[in-house]
């Protein structure tokens, strides 16, 4: 996965941003977009679907023309024929209120992956997803997710809960549906960088994340209209796989996420360290795609300080924790901010994005096998756990 950051700038000011520079308005150069293309598709090292997402900023302030030009040459230098071709999917995160026409005949043009940051009902998007001078941002998010819907244009949203939201998750279900909204994302709001949150301070936060997702997620498949909740539908492969294979997590591998900035930095491992300011790590950059090859990068990367410090962290992770089969050592952005240190384990983080979710997934297995006839455990049931290595309840 690529995640390239087009401009540090975002038109609005939400309460629990974690970017830096968000006031700043540069933007990537075509030519530092040509450079990283060009040594990625000649490393061979990307998948067959390579996945790039425009992010961190708001993507849509800078200008449909941009994309234009620097889709084309992606599109141009992609290796098409051959033993190895590749297939590129671009994806955007945004907030939604510079959706316009121009931008959804663009997006069906590049069959653009959108994804779409709103909150819930207008209360609870306005409480922290505000312009700078404070204004809620509700009206012109709704809009551009109305434009989408309207056109028939497959997209996600993303909502990142907070104290209000996790009681309400009837609500905000209910929302969705109203506004024609099928496919869901949830992020709780956490600390990193500069923002703390005071929802990972309290113990009972686990217990409160556990009520909102069983509820919202079995009134979702009951009602049916919301066909796709993320934290549930990308843990169940996780959760059940073929047996001997490992649960992958490309956040501690080096280079696995390339994650580059608006000036052709480069840092790997969780995108939210790119931007960050750390004498012990050296920012947490490998190095700038203008002026070094992918192959120094990718060697930067493993004799790193900090790739040496996640593995401590996944090898605690290993011996330690119940989840790893599923997880895979975990955020390392999350444990560097939550636990102040790489080679460290469990984070608030992982218990939601986790362990809650396969604590779920296992319990209403066990619902439906407890719901079956005696006799029909040994037939059905009996073969499908047997081929799935569901972590051990802890
Ligand atoms: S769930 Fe947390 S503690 Fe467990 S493996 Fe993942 S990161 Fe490590």
Redesign the pocket.
């Known amino acids: 996965m690529v995640i390239i950051q087009p401009t540090p700038f975002c038109n609005i000011n939400c309460s629990y941003c974690y970017l830096p520079d968000r006031s700043n308005k540069h933007v990537i150069s075509q030519s530092t977009v040509t450079k990283l293309f060009t040594e990625l598709f000649a490393s061979g090292w990307n998948n067959p679907d390579l996945t790039v997402l425009w992010h961190a900023g708001e993507p849509l302030a800078v200008p449909i023309a941009f994309y234009r030009e620097a889709f084309a040459m992606i599109e141009r230098l992609r290796p098409k024929d051959g033993p190895w071709p590749v297939r590129v999917k671009h994806s955007f995160q945004t907030n939604g209120m510079l959706i316009d026409e121009a931008w959804c005949d663009f997006f069906k043009e590049w069959n653009v992956g959108v994804g779409v940051s709103i909150d819930g009902p207008r209360e609870l998007h306005d409480a922290h997803r505000k312009t700078r001078s404070g204004a809620g941002t509700f009206d012109k998010t709704i809009t551009g997710v109305r434009r989408l819907r309207d056109t028939g244009y497959p997209f996600h949203i993303l909502s990142v809960l907070g104290r209000a939201s996790l009681e309400m998750p009837e609500e905000m279900l209910a929302f969705y549906v109203s506004e024609g909204i099928d496919h869901v994302c949830f992020n709780v709001e956490e600390s990193e960088g500069d923002y703390v949150s005071d929802l990972f301070q309290g113990a009972e936060l686990r217990q409160r994340y556990e009520t909102f997702l069983r509820t919202f997620w079995h009134l979702a498949r009951a009602d049916g209209r919301v066909k796709f909740v993320r934290e549930i539908d990308h843990a169940l492969p996780r959760v059940f796989r073929p047996e001997g294979v490992r649960a992958r997590?490309i956040q501690v591998e080096p280079l696995g996420m390339i994650n580059v900035d608006s000036h052709g930095n480069v840092s790997s491992f969780s995108p939210e360290l790119l931007g960050y300011k750390n004498a012990d790590y050296g920012d947490f950059l490998l190095g700038n795609i203008n002026r070094q090859s992918l192959a120094e990068i990718y060697r930067a990367s493993v004799d790193s300080a900090f790739l040496r410090d996640i593995k401590k962290?996944?090898e605690?992770?290993?011996a330690?924790?119940?989840?790893?089969s599923?997880?895979?050592?975990?955020?390392p952005v999350?444990?560097f901010f939550e636990n102040g240190r790489f080679d460290s384990?469990?984070?608030s983080?992982?218990?939601l994005?986790?362990?809650v979710p396969t604590d779920l997934i296992l319990e209403a297995l066990d619902k439906f096998e407890q719901s079956l006839p005696d006799d029909s455990l040994a037939t059905i049931a009996q073969p499908a756990a047997s081929s799935a290595q569901p972590p051990r309840m802890p």
């Open positions: 997590n962290g996944v605690a992770c290993r330690h924790c119940e989840y790893f599923v997880c895979g050592g975990g955020a999350n444990k384990t469990t984070t983080f992982c218990t994005t986790q362990m």
